[in-house]
């Protein structure tokens, strides 16, 4: 039998745990739970494949920036435009490089790709700063970039106008992953990237919008780069109750955003509560904390508690907790703080 590549051979899938538990805080999905299940379906022909470029929602959102169809390009989620940018624009005797810690599909993306991947670290206790990041790429010359604003898992963001100034002063492709933008107070470059050489913005439906089941997002960019990027792509990949679902909560955005106001301020209820109890935690701009309690076993303490959060470093003792509805923040407080009073005994 044919071996695996060789260097896919070390790889690990991106890992998931076991989520039989009650309360689940690990993935970063949204609380937006605002569809009907039945909403999907009406007018839709099932026996026909799906509009392959999903123009009805290009059209949408089209509309509401002021952009061009031609500079939009929806996918099976913002996780495949990241392949498909990679794909393009990636390659053998190319680099892709991110600022770690960070999402890990940019590193599993380029390394499938065969790839060449730098992570570039960078302090996780502040904003990040563009001078260092701009010493990150002028050392190691990449050919795409990814910045994550607000990044996963740390939270940390980067000013919109840093990230237009590094795309101006870089040839490279830099590709900003705004997945958690409407839970910051960032205004989104997706309209701008258009106007530039060299940036694409990555959205998704799966956090805010609370969408994740149905795998769909968009990026924006360049023409040029957008119609690249279409030459690599697979017809019908996004299939047409994903489509319509996507459509439907673009129409409700105000419903959205009035979820991610609870969010958000249940993030600082969160965030405070963990500070008073003596944790390590960084100020998010996302639906998750980043929290830093070495020698806590937390991951599994909690566990056993009924709640699942991310265990990023188990040594390190790194973790990242999604924020939930209000219940499930209780839960997981009232789990905290039975380990902090098993601990204080
Ligand atoms: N970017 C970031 C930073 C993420 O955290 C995630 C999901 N965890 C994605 C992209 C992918 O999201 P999706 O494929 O669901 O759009």
Redesign the pocket.
Known sequence: MTPIRDELRDLEPYAEQDRDVPVCLD??EGRADIYEPSLACPGISLNLYPDSDAQALLEAVSSRLGIDTGTIMAGN????L?DLLIRTYGGPGRMVMAFEP??A?YRIHAMTQGTRYTGYPVETDRPYDKDVLMDGIRTNKPDIVFL?SP??PTGQTLDPDDVLGIASATDALVVL?E??VEFSDLESLSARAVETDNLVV?R????AYGL?AA???YMTGPKGVISNVRKVAAPFRINALSQALALEAYKRSDEVESRVKVTVSERGRVYEKLLDMGYDVSPSQGNFLFVRAPGSDLGTRLLALGVLIRTLQPKEGLYRITIGREDENDALLGAIKEINDDKNR
């Not at 989620?77 to 495949?80: A, K, L, T, Y």
């Not at 998704?204 to 956090?207: C, E, Q, R, V, Y």
Request: hydrophobic share 30%; aromatic share 12%.
């Open positions: 993935r970063n989620g913002s996780s495949e990241i960070t999402f599909m994550c990044n996963n992953d997945a958690y990555l998704t439906f799966s956090k994740a795998r769909i997002g």
